[in-house]
């Protein structure tokens, strides 16, 4: 897949309004509210935005035709354009802010933190709505910065704050939803009641802000704002954070939201949301290439059935599904199951971020941008979505380009192996040699024999010219070769160092894994596509090239 030519970006509102010929407001107002292909690459103090001429050009001629464009229009009929694939309408964008605690009581804080939680999980169920994740809204609590910089960092239009008032036996709760671009209320409200009534005062606070927002619920929907999640916020609460530290890919990380997760199931008992939780937290221990057992995995295919049981269309199950899918390697089921899991929970990020993963991993470029679109717009502060862009720009082929949002996945969490070894790849992949061997020596003594450890270390031996097998014991062989992504660096460690032989075994076992992006491998990576044509490397790439066509020929 070609990419577009440097002179074809666009990277600021300023130039894509020039590009245009229309005003900052105009074109920002385009992208909320008329599908402007914008893409948003997330820094660390603020969201930058670029967009591609062409893409730009194609979605003026689309648009021709149609009245009012460049001009104010109307919102759309409630309930317009509803039935089609995700992305067919542009729908409404909020962030829930961290909801303020005052009481004689510090330890009811956990009332606020369950709101805004509860009111992210209601609204991301909406399709009308796109809600910010907990995990990037979180970032802002007791923050002091002016709403339109929130605003703009988390690329939304509307911010809904608020604080509660409590005595561990009646509540008082304040709401305000806010228009940033003008740093004032669109409306305010207060409720009271006791803690008994809390969930019902949530389900009221949320459908007052769809009206607000003129968001048209359909049935199925409005059953689901009504429907209640986990009763016990203490355990929502250790749910959102065992999928936190799942996601750091550390030992310790991960053996806390294990037992975070082991609380909950106290708390709450067998809530199809941890259950899912915890099988998805085992296979985050299985990609860290902590325990690659066929037992892990066979134990997460058994809380995926208690989730099931409960809940079998849910969310959370279907996500789980599908990645137990991925793990064995069947992108194809994984994909499809996690269209589903979004088809009913549109902004779950845990789904985005798989389906977009799968999508690059299988040479589909242009399907998996709007998706890393969609996944920074609702979660764009969790460090692996920040890395996403990179891993486009890398799959076609634009290596300095890819640097910075892998060096700002690891100024985010320094500790986590897996973005180090990311870190490293992309460094040495743009030619950035010596720091890509800083970054691959700089792993923490706690992470220094995990997986990624070791085969950051094969990077570092290839270009030093000391790269030898050996080096793998064969614990550490067996963690490589059950992740995909361990044995895909494993070959490109070897292709860089030369070793034919070697680079197409390793790359044979990450196709076993489910790679399929024969572009990258036939003309992108500046390592792979140096080897000498040996018969086993050419039946390798034909391979490579149907499982590859067979994805591009699918829908």
């Known amino acids: 897949m070609s990419s577009p030519p440097p002179e074809n970006r666009l990277e600021s509102w300023k130039a894509i309004a020039r590009h245009l010929g229309r005003s900052v407001r105009t074109v920002r107002r385009w992208e909320q509210h008329e599908q402007l292909p914008v893409h948003r690459l997330v820094l660390r103090s603020k969201a930058s935005v670029y967009a591609f001429a062409t893409e730009l050009d194609e979605w003026l001629a689309s648009r021709a035709a149609q009245p009012g464009i460049g001009e104010t229009r109307a919102a759309p009929p409630a309930g317009a354009a509803r039935a089609g694939r995700e992305g067919d309408f542009s729908p409404t964008s909020i962030a829930v802010l961290p909801f303020t605690f005052a009481g004689p009581d510090p330890g009811q804080a956990w009332v606020a933190d369950g709101f805004t939680e509860e009111m992210i999980n209601g609204f991301s169920a909406l399709r009308g709505l796109r809600v910010t994740s907990r995990t990037s809204s979180i970032a802002f609590k007791g923050s002091d910065q002016h709403s339109g910089a929130i605003a703009d960092i988390l690329g939304v239009a509307r911010l809904l704050e608020g604080g509660v008032v409590g005595d561990g036996r009646r509540l008082r709760i304040t709401?305000?939803?806010?228009?940033?671009?003008?740093?004032?209320?669109?409306?305010?409200?207060?409720?009271?009641?006791?803690?008994?009534?809390?969930?019902?005062?949530?389900?009221?606070?949320?459908?007052?802000?769809?009206?607000?927002?003129?968001?048209?619920?359909?049935?199925?929907?409005?059953?689901?704002?009504?429907?209640?999640?986990?009763?016990?916020?203490?355990?929502?609460?250790?749910?959102?954070?065992?999928?936190?530290?799942?996601?750091?890919?550390?030992?310790?990380?991960?053996?806390?939201?294990?037992?975070?997760?082991?609380?909950?199931?106290?708390?709450?008992?067998?809530?199809?949301?941890?259950?899912?939780?915890?099988?998805?937290?085992?296979?985050?221990?299985?990609?860290?290439?902590?325990?690659?057992?066929?037992?892990?995995?066979?134990?997460?295919?058994?809380?995926?059935?208690?989730?099931?049981?409960?809940?079998?269309?849910?969310?959370?199950?279907l996500v789980l599904r599908a990645w137990l899918h991925y793990a064995r390697g069947d992108f194809a089921p994984a994909i499809q199951g996690l269209r589903q899991a979004l088809a009913v929970d549109h902004d779950q990020p845990d789904a985005l971020g798989l389906l977009s993963y799968c999508l690059l991993l299988t040479g589909q470029e242009k399907k998996a941008r709007p998706v890393v679109d969609h996944l920074l717009a609702v979660d764009p502060l969790t460090p692996l979505t920040v890395c996403l862009p990179g891993m486009i720009h890398a799959m076609e082929g634009r290596f300095k380009e890819a640097v910075e949002p892998y060096r700002e996945m690891l100024a985010k969490d320094p500790g986590n192996p897996v973005a180090r070894l990311f870190c490293t790849w992309s460094l040495f992949n743009a030619g950035a040699q010596a720091q890509a061997l800083a970054v691959a020596a700089g792993f923490e003594a706690a992470t220094h024999e995990t997986a990624p450890a070791h085969v950051a270390r094969l990077y570092a031996a290839a270009h030093q010219g000391t790269l030898d097998d050996g080096g793998l014991a064969p614990s550490v062989r067996e963690r490589v070769e059950a992740v995909e992504m361990f044995a895909r660096c494993a070959a490109e460690a070897f292709a860089m160092g030369g070793d034919v032989e070697r680079a197409t075994h390793w790359l044979g076992v990450a196709v076993d894994r489910g790679f399929a992006n024969y572009p990258y491998i036939s003309k992108h990576s500046p390592f792979f596509r140096k080897l000498p044509e040996t018969d086993a490397l050419r039946s390798l790439k034909a391979r490579i090239h149907e499982r590859w066509a067979s994805f591009q020929e699918a829908d």
């Not at 009763?231 to 799942?246: F, G, K, P, T």
């Not at 806390?256 to 998805?280: F, N």
Request: aromatic content about 4%.
């Open 175 to 317: 709401v305000r939803l806010i228009d940033p671009n003008r740093d004032n209320q669109i409306w305010s409200r207060q409720y009271t009641g006791t803690m008994d009534q809390v969930f019902d005062i949530q389900e009221r606070i949320a459908r007052a802000v769809v009206a607000a927002l003129q968001v048209h619920l359909e049935p199925a929907e409005d059953r689901r704002l009504a429907r209640r999640g986990l009763h016990d916020l203490e355990a929502w609460r250790r749910v959102v954070q065992a999928r936190q530290e799942a996601l750091r890919w550390r030992p310790d990380a991960l053996d806390r939201a294990r037992m975070l997760l082991e609380e909950a199931i106290e708390l709450a008992g067998d809530h199809p949301e941890i259950t899912a939780a915890m099988g998805r937290t085992l296979l985050n221990v299985r990609e860290a290439g902590i325990d690659v057992s066929d037992g892990l995995l066979k134990e997460a295919g058994r809380w995926a059935d208690r989730a099931e049981s409960v809940d079998p269309q849910g969310p959370g199950t």
